[in-house]
Structure formats: structure tokens, C-alpha cells
T-cell receptor, first 114, second 108 residues
């Protein structure tokens, strides 16, 4: 399977703990996006990488959130001092360098903060 | 105001019906437009890109109206398997906005 993969698929953590999620994009895709989705809503943009450069970051992304893509391949999203409001599905998507930016999503990491 | 607005539905239609969804967007600088479908508790899957001249893929037709800032999706001859939530997306190169989705239920 050469699609986008995410790990873990589920994470339960206690409020105040740090969590880190990993995304492996489709191998030839140089663009990578992170989104957050809550029930009944569409995915909400968090951040965008082109290769290893983080080119866009939502103002909704508080300083507790950080993302990296150190070698332009896989990416990590870390949430520090988790809050109950962070409970959501975290989705990663990748796209090629073509003009259309058609994004392909991974299965997501479902985070539950207790 | 949300960047992308969609009627949440649900649209309940019989098999074989034609159904249309509209979506409006607020950023006139948006360059890329898409429709995705999302099944319950699954990730969004790309249905089709939306081109300025309109485009068709089998039973699906997408249209873009830049002057009025809306995009549409028409599904002909609905199948039971078309039941899903349809998400409208627009973006300006580095950032993309999803609507909250329109739920479609196709009944036998």
C-alpha cells in the first residue's frame, strides 16, 4: 500500500500530557498538510509543508502545537500540555508538486484527552 | 463568516434520482477547488477537482462560478453507494478550507 499512513491510529491521553503523531506521505509527494476534524465539521487546516519548509501555519494553531518535517519525508505533529478541547481526529494529507494541489488523506489519528 | 459554507442536509433521495449540492466560498483569491466524499469515521477521499470550465466524471458533474463564488456538484442516477458526506474545498495554494459537508442518503 503506497498511500498516506499515520501512526498511531488511536491515542488516549490524560490532560496535561504531551503527544506526538507521525505521518508518512505518498513517497513522491513533496507537499504535506495537517488538519484537525471534530464531529460534524469538515477538516480544519493546521499547517502546510513544502519539502522540509513549513510555509503556512493556521493562526488557530496555538503555541502548544508544533509540526516538523525534518528531511522532507515524514512529518510529526506534537501537542504539548494537552487539553480536553484537543480531542479530535488529526488528519494528514499529501500532494504532488503539480498545480492542482489534489490532496490524498491518511486514515487519521483519533486523539482522546481525558 | 466561514470561508466555505454548505447546506448540511441531509438530502434523502431515492435510487436513480439526480441530486445537486452547492457551496459558497468567501475568498475571491481562491485558486483550487475540489469535492471530497467522506464516509462515516473514514478519511476524506478526493471525488473530483473543479475546473473553471466545469468538468464531468461519469455520473458526477462539477461547476465553478467565480463571479458568484460558488461551486456545485451534480450526481445523476444516484446509487446506494453514493450515500456519504460531500465536502466542498477551496484554497489559495498553501492553505485549504473545507466546508462542514452535505450529507446524502440514497434510499432503495
Amino acid at each position: 500500500d503506497t498511500g498516506v499512513s499515520q501512526d498511531p491510529r488511536h491515542k488516549i491521553t490524560k490532560r496535561g500530557q504531551n503527544v506526538t503523531f507521525r505521518c508518512d506521505p505518498i513517497s513522491e509527494h513533496n507537499r504535506l498538510y495537517w488538519y484537525r476534524q471534530t464531529l460534524g465539521q469538515g477538516p480544519e487546516f493546521l499547517t502546510y509543508f513544502q519539502n522540509e519548509a513549513q510555509l503556512e501555519k493556521s493562526r488557530l494553531l496555538s503555541d502548544r502545537f508544533s509540526a516538523e518535517r525534518p528531511k522532507g519525508s515524514f512529518s510529526t505533529l506534537e501537542i504539548q500540555r494537552t487539553e480536553q478541547g484537543d480531542s479530535a481526529m488529526y488528519l494528514c494529507a499529501s500532494s504532488s508538486s503539480g498545480a492542482r494541489h489534489e490532496q490524498y488523506f491518511g486514515p487519521g489519528t483519533r486523539l482522546t484527552v481525558t | 463568516r466561514k470561508e466555505v459554507e454548505q447546506d448540511p442536509g441531509p438530502f434523502n433521495v431515492p435510487e436513480g434520482a439526480t441530486v445537486a449540492f452547492n457551496c459558497t466560498y468567501s475568498n475571491s483569491a481562491s485558486q483550487s477547488f475540489f469535492w471530497y466524499r467522506q464516509d462515516c469515521r473514514k478519511e476524506p477521499k478526493l471525488l473530483m477537482s473543479v475546473y473553471s470550465s466545469g468538468n464531468e466524471d461519469g455520473r458526477f458533474t462539477a461547476q465553478l462560478n467565480r463571479a458568484s463564488q460558488y461551486i456545485s456538484l451534480l450526481i445523476r442516477d444516484s446509487k446506494l453507494s453514493d450515500s456519504a458526506t460531500y465536502l466542498c474545498v477551496c484554497g489559495d495554494f498553501n492553505k485549504f478550507y473545507f466546508g462542514s459537508g452535505t450529507k446524502l442518503n440514497v434510499k432503495p
